[in-house]
Antibody, heavy 117, light 107 residues
Framework: QVRLQESGPRLVKPSETLSLTCTVS????????WSWIRQPPGKGLEWIGH???????NYNPSLKSRVTISVDTSKNQFSLKLSSVTAADTAVYYC???????????WGQGPLVTVSS | EVVLTQSPGTLSLSPGERATLSCRAS???????VAWYQQKPGQAPRLLIY???SRAIGIPDRFSGSGSGTDFTLTISRLEPEDFAVYYC????????FGQGTKVEIK
C-alpha cells in the first residue's frame, strides 16, 4: 500500500519560500502521477499543481508564477516550493497521487503550514 | 478554465434519508468526468467515486454517482451516521480543480 508523508517547516515568514517534501513508501515514485493540494482553514480544496510520471508539470494559473513541483527519484520523494508567501498561503498542504492524475488514490496527512512573522 | 459549482452548499438531513448532491461544470470537453471525495474534520479526503459512476474499492453501495457532460450527481441512498461530512467533486483533465464542497449535516 502506498503511503505518503509530508515534511518541512510548519511556520514560514511572509515573503519567504514555503518548501515541502513528500516521501513515498510502498511503491515506486516512477509509477504514479503526483499532486499538491491545499486547504485554507475552514475552506475548500485547492489544486496547486502536479507532476506527471514523465516529469512534465502543470500548475494552477493563479499560483503558476510562484510554484515549482519536482521529483527526486533517488529518494522516492517529490517536492513543492511556493515563493513570496503571504498570510493567504496559510493552509493544510496535502501531497497526493495515483496511477492517473484523477482520481487521487493516495493522500498524505496534510500538515498545517502557517505564514506569519 | 472549467469551474465546478456544487450545490447545495449545505444539506441538512436525518440518518436514513437520501442525499442528492450536484456538481456542475461551466463547460464540457472530451475529458469531462468527475471524481467524488468525502472529507471528515481533521482528515484527508477519501475517494468515493471515479469516472462519474464507478465506486472506489471498499466504498459501500449506498454511494452512487451519475451524470455526464456538465452535470454530475452523487447520491447517498440512506444516510448512515458516518456519512455526515463534506463532499467534493473534482474534474478530470489537465487542470483538475475541485468544486467548493457540499456539507451534509445532521438535521
Amino acid at each position: 500500500q502506498v503511503r505518503l508523508q509530508e515534511s518541512g517547516p510548519r511556520l514560514v515568514k511572509p515573503s519567504e519560500t514555503l518548501s515541502l517534501t513528500c516521501t513515498v513508501s510502498g511503491g515506486s515514485i516512477n509509477s504514479y502521477h503526483w499532486s499538491w493540494i491545499r486547504q485554507p482553514p475552514g475552506k475548500g480544496l485547492e489544486w496547486i499543481g502536479h507532476i506527471y510520471r514523465s516529469g512534465s508539470t502543470n500548475y494552477n494559473p493563479s499560483l503558476k508564477s510562484r510554484v515549482t513541483i519536482s521529483v527526486d527519484t533517488s529518494k522516492n520523494q517529490f517536492s513543492l516550493k511556493l515563493s513570496s508567501v503571504t498570510a493567504a498561503d496559510t493552509a493544510v498542504y496535502y501531497c497526493a497521487g495515483g496511477p492517473s492524475l484523477v482520481p487521487i488514490d493516495f493522500w498524505g496527512q496534510g500538515p498545517l503550514v502557517t505564514v506569519s512573522s | 478554465e472549467v469551474v465546478l459549482t456544487q450545490s447545495p452548499g449545505t444539506l441538512s438531513l436525518s440518518p436514513g434519508e437520501r442525499a442528492t448532491l450536484s456538481c456542475r461544470a461551466s463547460q464540457s470537453d472530451s475529458s469531462s468526468s468527475v471524481a467524488w471525495y468525502q472529507q471528515k474534520p481533521g482528515q484527508a479526503p477519501r475517494l468515493l467515486i471515479y469516472a462519474a459512476s464507478s465506486r472506489a474499492i471498499g466504498i459501500p453501495d449506498r454511494f452512487s454517482g451519475s451524470g455526464s457532460g456538465t452535470d454530475f450527481t452523487l447520491t447517498i441512498s440512506r444516510l448512515e451516521p458516518e456519512d455526515f461530512a463534506v463532499y467534493y467533486c473534482q474534474q478530470y483533465g489537465s487542470s483538475p480543480t475541485f468544486g467548493q464542497g457540499t456539507k451534509v449535516e445532521i438535521k
